[in-house]
């Protein structure tokens, strides 16, 4: 099975591309719950208690989704793994957000470095210290394609009858709103874990025929402001059309 099965397919074209050129929110009307602080009570009371504030059903996941709001500004790691018949890859990277403008360090296989700078339906793409790029311009890229990432807000649009399940949930000890679709007409099922918190995806899964075929996983995100020179093109000038 094959990454144009998890719907990557545009990402692989993206990809193939740049090897060849460069050779190589609105609110809504629920209101999530705040972690209480502690010291306040036995923490499994606590807990209760801040679950208790506001139902998650496939009907409210709509409006639920609508209050987050992920961080103008953070860096966090992300892994990202894909499973077929027989074997399955992995991909560690690290993630710089500021604004419109994202920032991709990926380890590859071979032990070197894939930086990509993203903004504006634009990526440029070079590795480890090189100092020459290459530039794609594809209205279709976009951060959450290019680190091979579910988009969560995806789920504001979907029908209430094609979501399975909806609730709030403990993950890995951080909180998460988290929602469960029905198989798509290919078979595909997706499962969220959003963070409360911070308003990013914390975790995904994608099965198909009850097989995990694609799963995500994030750290904590570092919400200070970013490093400007990380979104810098190896001879220091910015990426033409980047904000």
């Known amino acids: 099975m094959t990454y144009l099965t998890l719907g990557f397919g545009a990402l692989l074209l993206v990809i193939v591309t740049l090897l060849f050129i460069g050779n190589r929110r609105s609110t809504g009307d629920v209101v999530l719950p705040a972690r209480q602080a502690e010291g306040g009570g036995r923490e499994d009371e606590a807990d209760r208690h801040w679950l208790s504030v506001v139902e998650i059903t496939p009907e409210t ?6 209050t987050l709001a992920r961080p103008v500004s953070y860096s966090r790691t992300q892994v990202v793994e894909t499973f077929w018949s027989g074997g399955g890859g992995r991909s560690v990277s690290r993630i710089y957000v500021s604004g419109s403008r994202t920032r991709l360090d990926t380890q590859l296989a071979d032990g070197s470095v894939r930086h990509m700078l993203i903004s504006g339906g634009m990526a440029g793409v070079w590795y480890d210290d090189e100092t020459e790029w290459a530039v794609l311009r594809t ?8 680190a091979r990432t579910l988009s969560y807000e995806t789920v504001r649009d979907l029908p209430v009858e094609r979501i399975a399940g909806a609730d709030y949930r403990e993950k890995d000890g951080a909180w998460c709103l988290y929602v469960e679709t029905l198989p798509d007409g290919a078979g595909y099922a997706d499962r969220y874990w959003i963070s409360v918190d911070s308003g990013l995806l914390y975790a995904a899964e994608r099965i198909w025929d009850r097989e995990l075929v694609y799963r995500f996983s994030a750290g904590t995100p570092d919400t200070a402001a ?18």
């Not at 996941?61 to 609508?66: D, I």
């Not at 209205?139 to 290019?146: G, S």
């Not at 970013?226 to 904000?243: I, R, T």
Request: proline share 9%; no cysteine; charged share 20%.
């Open 226 to 243: 970013v490093e400007e020179g990380l979104f810098l093109l190896p001879d220091g000038s910015a990426l033409s059309g980047g904000e």
């Open 61 to 66: 996941v709509k409006p639920a989704v609508n």
């Open 139 to 146: 209205p279709q890229l976009n951060a959450d394609l290019a």
